[in-house]
């Protein structure tokens, strides 16, 4: 099993930035991928952004790419999501989520999931 908790939701106004943290325990080693998701209110959920733990690599989805940056820190099992530039259809409940197979935009492909953070951005 592997656990992640998200940190650093908030209310902000838009063109204003935000970080979002998302550590994670347990069977850290099974993780493969580590994406970023958000649901807003009546809507599906959609991919944001996803990491290959180990090499590295990124993709984010076309409605947030050149706004938002995931990153990593390996050594505290942690997992970034700096939102620049936010503006007020970015407001949505953001989850963290690990994937032991590979990176997808597709949320079934991931196994472990955070309890989610809410971000609101004021126009």
């Known amino acids: 099993q592997v656990q992640l908790v998200e940190s650093g939701g908030g209310l902000v106004q838009a063109g204003d930035s935000l970080r979002l943290s998302c550590v994670a325990s347990g069977r850290t080693f099974s993780v493969y991928v580590m994406g970023w998701f958000r649901q807003a209110p009546g809507k599906e959920r959609e991919f944001v952004a996803g990491?290959?733990?180990?090499?590295?690599?990124?993709y984010y989805a076309n409605s947030v790419k050149g706004r938002f940056t995931i990153s990593r820190d390996n050594a505290r099992n942690t997992v970034y999501l700096q939102m620049n530039s936010l503006k007020p259809e970015d407001t949505a409940v953001y989850y963290c989520?690990?994937?032991?197979?590979?990176?997808?935009?597709?949320?079934?492909?991931?196994?472990?999931w955070g309890q989610g953070t809410q971000v609101t951005v004021s126009s």
């Open positions: 990491l290959m733990w180990r090499g590295g690599s990124t």
């Open positions: 989520a690990a994937s032991t197979i590979y990176l997808s935009t597709y949320g079934s492909q991931y196994a472990y």
